[in-house]
């Protein structure tokens, strides 16, 4: 799930998901649904634009495993590992350029300036 994850990361919501689409891996399809609830929520919960969300971060951590087992011959039996994972995607909005410059001006006039410090020479 995680190499999937990857491929998406930091990109715009349409087009991680035709990303997605077009991605050949079981995990693929289940992170298509999961970033569109995230779209979703997004734009009812908190009334955003669906089309200037993108992915902030998708995290992928290991749940626990469920233990099978194939019969053989024999009597004996071979394990199997089904693996399953935990993901959490965080959406959020892209601002404007207008606004980031403003914001940016707005961080620079609340920054303290730095005065010169005022040195005495010393002599060696």
């Known amino acids: 799930m995680n190499l ?4 998406v990361r930091g990109k715009m919501v349409e ?3 035709n990303q997605l ?4 891996k ?5 992170l298509t649904k999961v970033i569109k609830s995230a779209a979703a929520n997004a734009e009812t919960n908190f009334k955003q634009e669906p089309k ?5 971060e998708i995290v ?8 099978r087992s194939v ?13 399953n994972s935990h ?8 601002a404007s350029k207008a606004k980031q410059a403003e914001a940016a001006t707005k961080a620079e006039a609340k920054a303290p300036k730095a005065q010169p410090s005022k040195k005495k020479p010393t002599n060696k």
């Open 52 to 56: 200037k969300l993108f992915i902030k």
């Open 71 to 83: 019969p053989i011959s024999r009597g004996r039996a071979h394990p199997i590992l089904k693996r």
């Open 15 to 17: 087009d991680a998901l």
């Open 26 to 30: 079981k995990g693929a399809k289940i």
């Open 87 to 94: 993901v959490t995607v965080l959406v959020d909005v892209t």
């Open 4 to 7: 999937v994850a990857g491929l």
């Open 60 to 67: 992928v951590n290991k749940a626990p495993t469920f233990k």
């Open 21 to 24: 689409r077009f991605t050949p």
